[in-house]
């Protein structure tokens, strides 16, 4: 079953209102050119880096307006709408960095927390705690579409194979990884490890992204891509700026791809020692 697929590239500033129309105008873009599944990048609703200006846009799942806006674009135009993410307030002062999927008929299908919270000091001098403001997911996930199964990851879990490993041999066909990478990262890793995490899993891969110079002065890299299960890229956006990308695609790939390269099947199980420094390679006591 081939369908057309699309990733908005975003960038998002610190006012909900406006990143709202930008989406609602961009997957309505994409899906007039077809698509039935549109995903948008991480931090969809807001991109700011000071925690007192984010908290004080936030608001609860209910009364969230990426979400409202989201849930109403899937029913309008009977598509599947994925919001990469959005923070969502939880009322202990913690947030979640959530996205959300809807289906044709406006009705959520389910929402994912991201796991993995970007806690790095990189050596242009950027700094980040993700988890002193974010509350981790716990749990990886798979949802089951008309189109192919489709498991859920954020930014930086690109970087846990071990999530979308979890994720195929659950079943998933098609893998997410909406984003917001910092430009110093993304020009280092960011296709790399898109391209691997498919070619691992033999499946597709549709990754959403943040692009430009950000209203609270953060830089993200774009490159939005869809890739395929042999680590083809099938479309891309560049690396500034608003922007679409559409592919088709069809999960009977996937099993091609599973078939020539059966990996997911041939792994195993295995325990890990250490050698000391002798000559024979004695496992160390």
Known sequence: ???????????????????????????????????????????????????????????????????????????????????????????????????????????????????????????????????????????????????????????????FPHLFRSEAIAGADILTVPAAFTKQTGEAHWEILLRARAIENGAFLIAAAQAGLHEDGRETFGHSMIIDPWGKVLASAGGTGEGIVLAEIDVADVKAARAKIPNLKNGREFSMQSAGKGSKGEAAA
Not at 33 to 55: C, D, F, I, S, W
Not at 115 to 144: C, K, Q, T
């Open 1 to 159: 079953m081939t369908v057309k697929v699309a990733a908005i590239q975003m960038c998002s500033g610190v006012d909900p209102e406006r990143n709202a129309s930008d989406m609602a105008r961009l997957v309505r873009e994409a899906a007039a050119h077809g698509a039935v599944y549109v995903q948008t990048p991480e931090m969809t609703g807001a991109v700011q880096k000071n925690r007192p200006g984010l908290m004080a846009v936030l608001k609860d799942e209910g009364n969230d307006l990426i979400v409202r806006t989201a849930r109403s674009l899937s029913a309008e135009l009977g598509i599947h709408v994925h919001v990469g993410s959005t923070a969502i307030a939880l009322g202990d002062g913690k947030i979640a960095n959530r996205g959300f999927l809807f289906a044709p008929d406006g009705e959520l299908v389910c929402r994912y927390d991201k796991i993995h919270m970007f806690d790095v000091d990189l050596d242009n001098g950027e700094s980040w705690r993700e988890s002193a403001v974010y509350r981790p997911g716990e749990a990886g996930l798979v949802a089951s579409l008309p189109f192919g199964n489709m498991g859920f990851a954020i930014c930086y879990d690109v970087r």
